[in-house]
């Protein structure tokens, strides 16, 4: 019989936003379909009525031809559908195995869990996809990218017939991004349904047979991967043409004196680390997940031990105790995680701006109200940040704004900011926003910061940055600039010895 | 329009519905009592009930809001109270027992952060095992028998009316609630709280250090514990056994009524104080009414448990939206 999947006429409507509207498409076994737009576009209030979590107000899911009725996640597991969130859904304490076979494991005649059973069946399907996992490893333990295998495993056991990812690459390095996609095309060529979801175009280029576009909430286009290109596709998604995003920034071109040495540095993580960064110059780290760009950063930031060598910063020694006093000496951390570390969700744009800043906005005892308006108006301004007023609460904007947000709070104008570490600030943000931060990125150089940006997508490290350090298992293993840096070329130091 | 949208907030925010049912409340206790409830008299006894539970909440908020909690309150208050009762009687100055006692509910504070601090513990935990130390101490010093106070001073921050019918008690405690909710809202030091208790890395990031903040929190609420016992102690004109030690419940009820979330950084004053309204005219309802004390315990618990899943329901509603 004939796989497929069919979403017909869906519409979804939140107090004060239609998130879908008239959504309809199709997706046939065997063919992986990406789902893309810019945040907002409403990819996952479409992938949580497909999970169960959420039910449509009109329209509903056809599979194979059978119209159904998801009232709860578990209905939509019932007729095969698994949906992998950013977010993992393991049991952290749980083993590998009692994680693929979560309420469905193997009985003894005794009813008591067959353990050897359930050891022999993971160990089946571990192999059948060829990963290094161990039946017995607790999932807690594994690392981000194998706990995304587990799951799709424990998809591949429910026998599930759709299988979608949220965003899946998002906390992967590109070597794990290779596995993953490995275990996709076996899932495709089984005859299975994939939907994919990502803000990466070349991704989209690499794995996908069939593209849906949405935007604002509607459905705009169907088509085909291999009979489109990235202009077309950012087009359909912006409504715009952003043209070629690294030509176009606005580059500093002034280097200043030297900001920050960082000499033989050792820590818990690191192993004889050494670079330079001067004033007014974009610096790129660059490396797999684990390769210790994020480490760094703690240690210039006093969040982890110096253990040996040492950190210059204006030509000064410095081992911080505490953030606080790398604030104080002009050192800013926009952290990875922007909801987990970097943001007080549930407070107003206004309150996360001047954070850092509360000792300097005091009028006798209690906090200058008109000072702070005026930074977060400043701010809003400064960044072009999408909000009716600067009280909202900030968990209610977009991954872009929130991203500004953070930005604004350390260059506010009561900040002393001298140099700035930016980790990951483009993840999960749609395309148009990112080419929005590459510009603030040269601008902060222009302004005469020095800027530390870490991330994992090569391609924006090193087309945005002046000079690019490669890091590999704590060390440092590659000091180029911008014009001798390829992606191959930056691959490789990233992962051979 | 725009006005229109302003009424519908009011109606849905949840102090309003709590305003609803405080009223609900007077209207019923008035009605079941014949008019007791309302009566000059009974309405000093709810200031002077609400004075205990204002004190308790002020302290007991604090660390709420930050995200931490404490349930060694009652146990420190009472244990306050015994030590200014003691030390009275054995001639201290009451200008060196009262700072004395207050001090105590500090330090009590203190060691509390450090079991949560540095070792580690839940505050849930640790608090609750603290609890019982404190207790402990509170027999010791006492030798089975409850200790008379016969400072007026004390007495009268116990038992002195304002123009007869305004217990100096409660004057104070509101006196406080009101300084309380300006530094929430106000200072730096109060903006901190909600910033750490909205998200404690984020936080330390910015250059903010929780644990020193948490440390400030406890010994803070040590202290207002401290002078909730005092209080009462002076009410009662005796250190006694039980003391505030079942209040302490009292201080969280109304805290998480008025909108003081478990999961730290929202809610403030106003909140608890309709918290507190609702809380005190519903205790002393049911006395008025003659409802059996056995009863009346029941029903308090009941309270706590309303107040707990009103503040599941606000966390999930928000989650959503």
Not at chain 1, 269 to 293: I, K, M, N, P, Q
Request: glycine share 10%; with cysteine; aromatic share 8%.
């Amino acid at each position: 019989m004939e796989q497929y999947l069919e979403f017909t006429g869906i519409g979804k409507a939140y107090p004060g936003v239609q998130a879908l509207r008239d959504i309809s498409f199709r997706c046939d076994g065997g063919e992986v379909l990406a789902l893309l737009g810019e945040n907002g576009a409403g990819k996952s209030t479409l992938l949580k009525i497909l999970s169960g979590d959420t039910r449509p107000d009109e329209g509903g899911i056809i599979i194979d031809g059978r119209p159904q009725q998801f009232s709860a996640p578990y209905d939509a597991i019932k007729a095969g559908v698994s949906v992998i969130y950013q977010e993992r859904q393991l049991v952290p304490a749980m083993s590998v195995m009692e994680n693929i076979f979560l309420g469905e494991q193997p009985k003894t005649s005794l009813g008591t869990i067959d353990k050897k059973a359930l050891r022999q069946s993971t160990q089946d399907i571990i192999d059948k996809f060829g990963l290094p996992i161990r039946p017995d490893e607790l999932a807690g333990r594994l690392s981000v990218a194998y706990q995304q295998m587990v799951e799709i495993m424990k998809a591949y056991r429910r026998n599930s017939k759709i299988i979608a990812f949220d965003e899946p690459t998002a906390p992967l390095a590109d070597a794990e991004i290779a596995i993953l996609f490995d275990l996709i095309r076996r899932l495709k060529e089984e005859g299975r349904i994939v939907l994919y979801v990502s803000h990466r175009l070349s991704e989209i280029f690499r794995i996908t047979d069939k593209i849906a576009v949405l935007k604002d909430g509607r459905f705009v286009k169907y088509l085909t991967t291999s009979r489109t290109n990235e202009q077309e596709l950012i087009q359909a998604m912006v409504g715009r043409d952003i043209g070629d995003t690294y030509a176009n920034l606005r580059r500093n071109d002034k280097l200043g004196d030297v900001l920050l040495e960082v000499c033989n540095l050792e820590t818990e993580y690191l192993r004889d680390v050494s670079f330079t960064l001067r004033r007014g110059e974009v610096l790129g780290l660059a490396g797999l997940v684990g390769a210790g760009r994020t480490e760094v950063a703690r240690a210039i930031f006093g969040a982890d031990a110096i253990l040996g060598g040492e950190i210059r910063f204006e030509g000064e020694a410095i081992d911080f105790s505490e953030p606080k006093d790398a604030i104080e000496a002009g050192i800013a951390l926009c952290p990875e995680d922007r909801k987990d570390q970097g943001l007080v969700l549930w407070r107003s744009i206004r309150e996360n701006i001047t954070m850092p800043v509360l000792g300097r906005i005091r009028k006798g005892l209690f906090l200058d109200r008109a000072a702070e308006e005026h930074l977060a108006e400043e701010a809003i301004a400064k960044y072009a940040i999408r909000t009716p007023s600067i009280n909202k609460i900030v968990r209610e904007l977009s991954g872009g704004n929130q991203q500004k947000v953070i930005l604004g709070r350390w260059t506010n104008s009561k900040m002393t900011t001298k140099l700035l570490i930016l980790d990951e600030p483009t993840k999960g943000i749609d395309v148009g926003t990112k080419a929005e931060v590459y510009q603030m990125i040269c601008d902060f150089a222009g302004e005469g910061f020095g800027v530390i940006f870490i991330s994992s997508e090569l391609t924006e490290v090193i087309n945005v940055s002046d000079r690019i350090i490669v890091m590999r298992n704590g060390r440092v293993t590659g000091d180029v600039t911008r014009r001798e840096a390829t992606e191959e070329s930056v691959l490789a130091l990233a992962m051979t010895d | 329009m725009e006005k229109q949208s302003y009424m519908r907030g009011v109606v849905r925010s949840p102090m309003f519905s709590l305003l609803i049912l405080f009223a609900a409340l007077v209207i019923y206790f008035s009605a079941a009592s014949k008019g007791l409830f309302l009566k000059p008299k009974n309405l000093v006894n709810i200031l002077n009930a609400m004075a205990i539970s204002a004190l308790l909440t002020q302290g007991v908020s604090f660390l709420m809001i930050s995200g931490k909690l404490d349930l060694s309150t009652g146990a420190n208050g009472t244990l306050c109270g015994m030590l200014l009762a003691f030390l009275l009687q054995h001639g201290t100055p009451v200008v060196i027992a009262l700072p004395v006692s207050l001090a105590l509910g500090g330090v009590i504070g203190l060691f509390n952060s450090v079991l949560v601090n540095e070792i580690n513990f839940q505050p849930f935990i640790a608090t609750l095992a603290s609890t019982s130390v404190f207790t402990g101490f509170v027999y010791v010093l006492a030798n089975k028998k409850a200790i008379d106070i016969k400072n007026p001073v004390v007495l009268w921050l116990g038992k002195g009316m304002i123009i007869n019918y305004i217990p100096v008690s409660a004057v104070m405690a509101l006196l406080l609630m009101v300084v309380v909710g300006v530094i929430l809202h106000k200072t730096k030091f109060g903006r901190q709280i909600y910033l750490v208790g909205g998200n404690a890395k984020a936080a330390m990031l910015s250059g903010i250090n929780p644990k020193k903040l948490s440390y400030k929190l406890f010994a803070i609420c040590g202290v207002f514990s401290s002078l909730a016992g005092i209080t009462l102690a002076a009410r009662l004109q005796s250190g006694t056994i039980a003391g505030v030690t079942n209040a302490r419940f009292q201080g969280i009820t109304a805290a998480v009524l008025g909108g003081i979330s478990f999961g730290g950084g929202s809610g403030g004053m106003g909140g608890a104080f309709v918290g507190l309204l609702v809380l005190s005219g519903f205790n002393n309802g049911m006395t008025v009414v003659g409802l059996n004390p056995y009863w009346q315990t029941v029903a308090s618990g009941l309270l706590l448990l309303f107040a707990l899943a009103l503040d599941v329901f606000r966390t999930r509603r928000n989650a959503k939206a």
